[in-house]
């Protein structure tokens, strides 16, 4: 019988992934047989800001022959989804319905298209809290399986020393640019 595992990495920008997906790519993470890379980041505030992000991803997921996704850019369902939440520092209440929002979009998106985990590179950056994605990730992902792999960070370092990956300055949303 079949029991493979095709894993949705969720990813919201290529400095944040590079390291995920290359430890994908070369077959690094155990029990992995295949594997998307899904971007979907409607949080991402302005559009061309989201247009720079989802430009470095797909440039970098080609550079290494990957599959890879992209959701809609639908930012006023995400703004909907967050409301209320506006004034909540990152890390608070409304990164918890941020990730939420975005796991369920995974969800949907693995029973559309036969794959049957979940993974994230949301926490990697030092502003995130590994242990609040996972939380969310739990949660939204239903049915779906969530992994909570812990990704290669001096791999991620080493990737974007040698990159010129566009790097943001701000986690994503408008809440979230800082001065
Ligand atoms: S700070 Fe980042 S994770 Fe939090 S709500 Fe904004 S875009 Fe989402």
């Not at 930012?75 to 990164?95: D, I, T, Y």
């Not at 319905?97 to 949301?122: D, M, P």
Request: charged share 25%.
């Amino acid at each position: 019988m079949e029991n493979k595992t095709k894993l949705v990495l969720m990813s919201c920008c290529a400095p944040c992934s590079c390291g995920a997906i290359k430890q994908l790519a070369d077959g690094k993470i155990a029990d992995v047989d295949d594997f998307i890379v899904l971007f979907y980041n409607p949080n991402i505030y302005p559009d061309t800001e989201y247009q720079k992000r989802l430009a470095e991803q797909i440039k970098y997921c080609e550079s290494l022959g990957v599959k890879y996704a992209v959701g809609d850019y639908d930012h006023n369902a995400w703004l909907s989804a967050v409301r209320g939440l506006e004034a909540e520092p990152e890390r608070g209440l409304r990164c918890s319905k941020c990730f939420a929002h975005r796991f369920a979009f995974a969800r949907e998106f693995a029973l559309k298209n036969g794959y049957n985990a979940i993974a994230s590179v949301f926490g990697v950056s030092r502003f995130k809290s590994q242990s609040q994605v996972d939380a969310a990730g739990e949660v939204a992902c239903g049915e779906i399986p969530y992994i909570p792999v812990k990704w290669d960070e001096n791999l991620r370092v080493q990737i974007n020393r040698e990159s010129n990956f566009y790097r943001q300055n701000y986690c994503g949303c408008e809440f979230s640019l800082r001065k």
